[in-house]
Structure formats: structure tokens, C-alpha cells
């Protein structure tokens, strides 16, 4: 099971924790991080919206020490889902935590694999 800490809280990662991780038992989703809204990190993405793999919640964590939560945390892979960040920034993400502590991944999940289908 991959260890995943999603870079986003409270819009387009919820999204893609719903249609990628919910009910996933080959991911463990350990934490989402804060960043953008204020006042969001110290709070968890309820149970009754995580499904039963997550019976606590998730933590919403700060983001500012990426590094840290990376080795803390023993994160396998980092997904991206924040739903708008200037060009400067998303370059500096991929480099900074997995510079001491290696990762299996760092990708963005795309409108084909996050989208909902609808008949």
C-alpha cells in the first residue's frame, strides 16, 4: 500500500481524493496539506465523507515544511491538487521535500483519470 499526502485542502484535492483514493486499499492517504485557504490546516476531512478506509478522518496539515512531512510521515508518493498556483511555484514544488527523502512520485492527476462520468 503507497502512502499518499495530497497537496491541497478544501477543493480540487477533495475531488480527487473522492474519485482516486476513497475506498482504494492500494493507497493510504495520510494526510492533505494547507496552503492556500486560511485557518484550514488542524481541522480533518470527516469519516462520513472519507468512507470506511478512513474511520478518523484525514488531518489537513500545514504545508510550510513539505520536507519534514515527507520523512515524518513516510509518504510514498505526492499528488498535486491545488486548483490554481502561479508557474514559479509549481516548479519549486517537485524539488523541495524529496531532495533528502526519496519518493516514488510526485504527479498531478489530469481530467482523464479525475473526471466523473456521467451516462
Wanted: glycine content about 6%; some cysteine.
Amino acid at each position: 500500500m503507497k502512502r499518499v499526502l495530497i497537496l491541497g485542502a478544501a477543493g480540487r484535492d477533495f475531488h480527487n481524493f473522492n474519485v482516486l483514493f476513497r475506498d482504494n486499499s492500494d493507497y493510504h492517504v495520510v494526510a492533505f496539506t494547507a496552503a492556500q485557504i486560511p485557518d484550514i490546516a488542524g481541522r480533518r476531512y470527516p469519516p462520513e465523507l472519507a468512507g470506511v478506509l478512513y474511520p478518523e478522518g484525514i488531518p489537513i496539515l500545514e504545508e510550510n515544511d513539505l520536507e519534514n512531512l515527507v520523512a515524518e510521515h513516510e509518504i510514498d508518493a505526492v499528488v498535486f491538487s491545488y486548483s490554481d498556483i502561479s508557474h514559479q511555484n509549481l516548479m519549486h514544488l517537485p524539488r523541495v521535500p524529496w531532495q533528502q527523502t526519496p519518493i516514488s512520485g510526485f504527479w498531478e492527476p489530469g481530467g482523464h483519470n479525475s473526471s466523473l462520468w456521467c451516462p
